[in-house]
T-cell receptor, first 115, second 111 residues
Framework: ETGVTQSPTHLIKTRGQQVTLRCSSQ?????VSWYQQALGQGPQFIFQ???????GRGNFPPRFSGLQFPNYSSELNVNALELDDSALYLC??????????????FGSGTRLTVV | KNQVEQSPQSLIILEGKNCTLQ??????????LRWYKQDTGRGPVSLTI?????NTKSNGRYTATLDADTKQSSLHITASQLSDSASYIC??????????FGAGTRLTVKP
């Protein structure tokens, strides 16, 4: 059984640029959730994808967008990067939409630095 | 307002000692509460999950308690090891499918 893998592990971008982060869900999981974790803070929910559609969104602007593919992997896209976007971006997979009850598996995250 | 507050913010203990981390929440209606361990630069890993009817749950040297009446939970670590150095995050699920993360307690275990 493979866990959740995220790529890249580290990334440095310039303000105004666009970035794409990738996540492969754990085998058997069909739901992917994305979180932004600033240094010293708990993760903040960005959005969740279930069956290739967005299934819930946190308080993030539209320049944060995502995709889920038929194999349940997912991408997080951020346009017009701002300095405050610098954070650890975590992907978590689960089965169905009952993740909070049945458990999430987190990836190791992508550390994004915007300069 | 649905909040999860953790204390202390950071903690330093000597190897072999015990410690207790606290989590207070105001979220409602409560579904479950999880404690996660997050090593630096890694994703969180679940330690325990507790539902409304559970008061205590153990996972090795980790013991979580839950008082649903006072909306408080604690995570007790026994005989700490250097590898216990990490952030410990309390996560409360409410409305069956919404989650609120605490900011975490940063634990450092020194030899």
């Amino acid at each position: 059984e493979t866990g959740v893998t995220q790529s890249p592990t580290h990334l440095i971008k310039t303000r105004g640029q666009q970035v794409t982060l990738r996540c492969s869900s754990q085998s058997g999981h069909n739901t992917v959730s994305w979180y932004q974790q600033a240094l010293g803070q708990g993760p903040q929910f960005i959005f969740q994808y279930y069956r290739e559609e967005e299934n819930g969104r946190g308080n993030f602007p539209p320049r944060f967008s995502g995709l889920q593919f038929p194999n349940y992997s997912s991408e997080l896209n951020v346009n017009a990067l701002e300095l405050d976007d610098s954070a650890l971006y975590l992907c978590a997979s689960s089965f169905g939409t009952e993740g909070p009850n049945y458990g999430y598996t987190f990836g190791s995250g992508t550390r994004l630095t915007v300069v | 307002k649905n909040q999860v507050e953790q204390s202390p913010q950071s903690l330093i203990i000597l190897e072999g000692k015990n410690c207790t981390l606290q989590c207070n929440y105001t979220v409602s209606p409560f579904s479950n509460l999880r404690w996660y361990k997050q090593d630096t630069g890694r994703g969180p890993v679940s330690l325990t999950i507790m539902t409304f009817s559970e008061n205590t749950k153990s996972n090795g040297r980790y013991t979580a308690t839950l008082d649903a009446d006072t909306k408080q939970s604690s995570l007790h670590i026994t005989a700490s090891q250097l590898s216990d150095s990490a952030s410990y995050i309390c996560v409360v699920t409410y409305n069956n499918n919404d989650m609120r993360f605490g900011a975490g307690t940063r634990l450092t275990v020194k030899p």
